[in-house]
């Protein structure tokens, strides 16, 4: 039997849907050799996942997703196996949190500045979250704006759209240094979304990323297709770098896709999670 892992998920410390001992129940239940929880900008489901995990014994690797930009284009760094109490760190994460919140704020106001029949009442119940775009791509889905929150944000809130607000985001180089200081490996995920338009400025935003000292890249992804299986994988053989990959898991926020298994194809080895502990042994 395959030993699988999801080494990006969600959960409602960011946008996801589950809370995280849901998250890690649902790893153990799917039979998932490991689970990293990886919300945006944020750390603060962590504690919480790990000792889900260790009260039924499922493996549960701490991670974070923070965004990033170069070249023009919105790039996510996930890290894993960070330390989740350092100080630095932690605020640090607090600090990108609240940029976050201030574009989404902003965000919402330029929604309800044009006519659109949401209040700033419709998002009390996603306080103590990370406020993100897919929230408010929820509100918009209630009121009738979309039929799911993947189509609210394609029409409102990416560039382009009626809502868009370009978030203030650290640099690449610091998110990586931020990763790595809080003892973290850092991978460039879901190269696909980097350059919708152009696959060959995707691979090189991610051999550029590389260079600047990230330690590997998601292989696989619940999005990929066959040809960007095989350019990351040839990405990892360039520079002898390490693999990860998920599915981007968010519950309910995305239809169809599953934990795991992502849109029924997916298959991240646990042999990813081993070569990232080896290094981390070494270091």
Known sequence: MKRLCDLHTHTTASDGSLEPEESV????????????ITDHDTIAGLVRAQAEGERIGQKVI???????????????????????????FTERVRQLGRTRDQRNERMIERLIGQGFRISREDFRRFEGSVLT????????VERGYA??????????????????????????????????LAGGLAFVAHANQIDRADREHSVSVCRRLLGLGADGLETRYCEFDEDWN???????????????????????????????HGYGNLEVPYAFVEAMEDVIRRT
């Open 25 to 36: 129940r649902l790893a153990k239940e799917l039979g998932a050799a490991a689970i990293a």
């Open 62 to 88: 701490p991670g974070i997703e923070i965004t990033t930009r170069m070249d023009g284009c919105e790039i996510h760094i996930v890290g894993l196996y960070i330390n989740c109490r350092d100080a630095g």
């Open 133 to 140: 775009k897919a929230h408010i791509g929820q509100v918009l």
């Open 147 to 180: 039929k799911n929150v993947t189509e609210a944000m394609n029409t409102y809130l990416r560039k382009g759209g009626v809502a868009y607000v370009e978030r203030e985001t650290p640099p690449p180089q610091e998110c990586i240094r931020l990763i790595h």
């Open 230 to 260: 095989a350019r990351t994988d040839q990405l990892a053989q360039e520079f002898g770098c390490l693999c990860s990959g998920g599915s981007d898991f968010h519950g309910t926020f995305k239809k169809n896709l599953q934990m795991l």
